[in-house]
């Protein structure tokens, strides 16, 4: 099973910024997807998630209204738009799979991706 997230990069306060999570060696409309972070200094934190058919998504509130989760069932990916991103939303950020429990634990995940950076300057 891999999970590749790729779309990370150094941005300014402000901007705009797409993940993207390519995901293979699972059935990937069986499994709902959620993006994760881990700021400096801090513990893994729920961002996002989607469940498997797209129907229902789920924000951190400290994203919410600024990030949108999707995913693309026919292409096994999932993204994660970010807007007006801040300084605050420095991070690597991974993607993840769950077959079931819930979205908001990281513990409910079964694969996990290596994440990628995203770095907002002021």
């Known amino acids: 099973v891999q999970l590749q997230a790729s779309g990370g990069g150094l941005v300014q306060d402000g901007d705009s910024l797409r993940l993207s999570c390519v995901v293979s060696g699972i059935t990937f409309s069986n499994y709902h997807m959620g993006w994760f972070r881990q700021r400096p200094g801090k513990e893994r934190e729920f961002v996002a998630a989607i469940r498997q058919n797209g129907g229902s998504v789920y924000y951190a509130d400290s994203v919410r209204d600024r990030f949108e989760i999707s995913r693309d069932n026919a292409k096994n990916i999932v993204y994660l738009q970010m807007s007006v991103l801040k300084p605050e939303d420095t991070a690597v950020y991974y993607c993840?799979?769950?077959?079931?429990?819930?979205?908001?634990?990281?513990?409910?995940?079964?694969?996990w991706g290596r994440g990628t950076l995203v770095t907002v300057s002021s």
């Open positions: 993840a799979a769950r077959y079931r429990g819930s979205q908001y634990n990281a513990g409910a995940y079964d694969y």
